[in-house]
């Protein structure tokens, strides 16, 4: 099993992975969704993010843009990172899952911005 974590607003995906209000969590077994649930955003903290993924044994984290340090701490725990989704949670994971979601390498350089993420 594979656990996939969408940066999200509710049911889509954030454009700014640190700013997000819930990671939708989604449980993957032979390439299908077989459990779907969402956690509270509990902070934005440099560094904090990526650490408390970990611990839930996310795999895979998706969002729309992220910054480069939180990218290094997700490439040193063997996470895969994608970044330049946009729309519904669940259909940017099918479309991971489908092999047609790719990273953008959509990276935030602020912290002070909302909505700047697309440059």
């Known amino acids: 099993m594979i656990k996939i974590a969408v940066a999200s607003e509710n049911e889509k995906v954030t454009e700014h992975f640190g700013h997000c209000i819930n990671f939708n969590i989604f449980e993957v077994e032979d390439n299908r969704i077989v459990k779907q649930y969402s956690v509270e955003n ?3 903290k440099p560094g904090f993010l990526p650490n408390y993924l970990n611990q839930l044994g996310i795999n895979t984290i998706i969002s729309g843009g992220m910054g480069s ?5 997700f490439n040193e725990k063997n996470i895969s990172v ?4 946009s729309g519904n949670a669940k259909a ?3 479309a991971y899952l489908a ?3 790719k990273s953008t ?3 935030c350089h602020e912290h002070q911005h909302r909505g700047e993420c697309n440059e």
């Open 42 to 44: 509990p902070g934005h």
């Open 69 to 73: 340090g939180a990218i290094t701490i």
């Open 82 to 85: 994608v970044v330049g989704a």
């Open 92 to 94: 940017a994971v099918e």
């Open 99 to 101: 092999g047609t979601l």
């Open 105 to 107: 390498g959509s990276v």
